[in-house]
Nanobody, 128 residues
Framework: QERLVESGGDVVQPGGSLTLSCTGT????????MAWFRQGTGKERQSVGA????????YYADSGKGRFTISRDTTNNTVSLQMNSLKPEDTAVYYC?????????????????????WGKGTLVTVSS
């Protein structure tokens, strides 16, 4: 059984918007540091943004600042990634991840070494 499941990936035109969701089966994950990562074809997996365990502190990669927003719904054990003004270079598989014990959202915004476990990913394609 997958512990994190992403959804919402789609094909969208440049300038469009998309919201990805990540739902966890582990009830502790929603109050752990978490992050969204993405990996384009032939590229390394990189953090898009991270959310602290308190649900209020957020870090965003330069690539998504001002366009991407992470939010959390503790009732539904779900974390979302709202993406606006999408560009072709945003095309990638997007993954959500739970942080290891003791890690921080800031650390997750920098390194994949901080990840406890991943979802399988959801594909976002930005193309006209």
């Amino acid at each position: 059984q997958e512990r994190l499941v992403e959804s919402g990936g789609d094909v969208v035109q440049p300038g469009g918007s998309l919201t990805l969701s990540c739902t966890g089966t582990d009830p502790t994950w929603i109050t752990s540091p978490m992050a969204w990562f993405r990996q384009g074809t032939g590229k390394e997996r990189q953090s898009v943004g991270a959310l602290a365990r308190n649900g209020r502190v957020r870090y965003y990669a330069d690539s998504g600042k001002g366009r991407f927003t992470i939010s959390r719904d503790t009732t539904n054990n779900t974390v979302s990634l709202q993406m606006n003004s999408l560009k072709p270079e945003d095309t990638a598989v997007y993954y959500c991840a739970k942080g290891r014990g003791g890690t921080t959202a800031h650390a997750m915004s920098i390194s994949t070494d901080t990840v406890d476990y991943w979802g399988k990913g959801t594909l976002v394609t930005v193309s006209s």
